[in-house]
Structures are given as structure tokens and as C-alpha cells.
T-cell receptor, first 110, second 114 residues
């Protein structure tokens, strides 16, 4: 069974602070996706990282895929209240369904 | 265009009753997935349909759970003899293909078993 562990599980910070969310596994994935979910809605894809060591930036969000393709991180610079939500990483292995992490609930206080 | 829709949005049922949850995927998407999410947690894979291939049922937690996809489009997830531990949000997603293609999620059905 492929498992993805996310840390921290919950993070409450003040507007303007930086934060990093981690996604770790003992399994290798062909690619890894990050989703953000708001209450009452389904997750929405933020990014897909494919190559080991790859770094992608989406405005204030920086995503990195580990060299061995077993782990990933999401760094948010100068967090804003609009960043509040549940962040989920999801591993892709072949043509199977995604394996989702347990999620990191982020709350950004104004 | 229209996104993934699910119905009902909320379902309250009594223990032991059967329930049916419906998912309308994005038109033309060949892959359809069902996940279960408990109170703000990660998503648990249930079942996956890809085109005309046999579905991957490896995530179904018990034989009380079943799903079908008619005509390669609409899917129905059925839970028989519901139990309190079945209470969760059931999410459906579709994608243009499987693998690393983006999955588009519906808003989910919140199931409460009393």
C-alpha cells in the first residue's frame, strides 16, 4: 500500500508569515500533485510536478519534488487570508487512481 | 462548460437503509473516480472507471459498497445497509484520462447515517 504523510496536520499563522508543508512517502511516484480544498467544495488542482528535483512556482507558492520522487514540499511566502484551506498532496503511480495524503489545514489570520 | 455535478448534496439516512449517490462527470472525460473524505481529512480512494475497462474496485471497504457507470458517463455509488461509520463526504472526480491528468472534482455528497 502506498502511503503519503503530510505535516503539519494543522497550521495557524498570521498574515504575512511564511510556511512550508511537507508530503512524504516511502514509495516512488511518477508524479505528484498538490490540491487545495475549501469548505463545501471539492479539491482543485494547484500543480503537478513530474521530474525529480523539479521546482515550480505559482505566484507566492513554490512546489518542489524530491530528487528520488518520494517527497514534496509546498512553501507559501507572505501568506494571505485567501490562502486558508485544506492542502492535499496526491501521488500518481502509473494509470491508477491517486493516493492522497492526509491533508494540511492552513488558517491564515488577518 | 459544466463541471462535475453530484446529487444529492446532502443525504441523511437511518442505519440499515440503502443509499444511492449520483455523479455526472464532465462530458468527454473517460476516467471517473469515487473517493470518501472523513471530516476534513485526506481522500480515501473507493473505485475508478476508465473507458470500457473493468473498474478498479480495490478501494471499496466492504461488499456493501458498489458502483456502476452507465454509457461511459453518469455513475452511481450504492451503499447497502448503511452503517454509522459510512458517514462522510463522498467525492466524485473525472479526468480526460488516467494517470497524471488533472482530476476535476464535484462538490461532494455529505452522507450522515443516524
Amino acid at each position: 500500500t502506498q502511503l503519503l504523510e503530510q505535516s503539519p496536520q494543522f497550521l495557524s499563522i498570521q498574515e504575512g508569515e511564511n510556511l512550508t508543508v511537507y508530503c512524504n512517502s516511502s514509495s516512488v511516484f511518477s508524479s505528484l500533485q498538490w490540491y487545495r480544498q475549501e469548505p463545501g467544495e471539492g479539491p482543485v488542482l494547484l500543480v503537478t510536478v513530474v521530474t525529480g528535483g523539479e521546482v515550480k512556482k505559482l505566484k507566492r507558492l513554490t512546489f518542489q519534488f524530491g530528487d528520488a520522487r518520494k517527497d514534496s514540499s509546498l512553501h507559501i511566502t507572505a501568506a494571505q487570508p485567501g490562502d486558508t484551506g485544506l492542502y492535499l498532496c496526491a501521488g500518481v503511480a502509473g494509470r491508477r487512481a491517486l493516493t492522497f495524503g492526509s491533508g494540511t489545514r492552513l488558517q491564515v489570520q488577518p | 462548460g459544466a463541471g462535475v455535478s453530484q446529487s444529492p448534496s446532502n443525504k441523511v439516512t437511518e442505519k440499515g437503509k440503502d443509499v444511492e449517490l449520483r455523479c455526472d462527470p464532465i462530458s468527454g472525460h473517460t476516467a471517473l473516480y469515487w473517493y470518501r473524505q472523513s471530516l476534513g481529512q485526506g481522500l480515501e480512494f473507493l473505485i475508478y472507471f476508465q473507458g470500457n475497462s473493468a473498474p478498479d474496485k480495490s478501494g471499496l471497504p466492504s461488499d456493501r459498497f458498489s458502483a456502476e457507470r452507465t454509457g461511459g458517463s453518469v455513475s452511481t455509488l450504492t451503499i447497502q445497509r448503511t452503517q454509522q461509520e459510512d458517514s462522510a463526504v463522498y467525492l466524485c472526480a473525472s479526468s480526460s484520462s488516467s494517470g497524471s491528468y488533472e482530476q476535476f472534482f464535484g462538490p461532494g455528497t455529505r452522507l450522515t447515517v443516524l
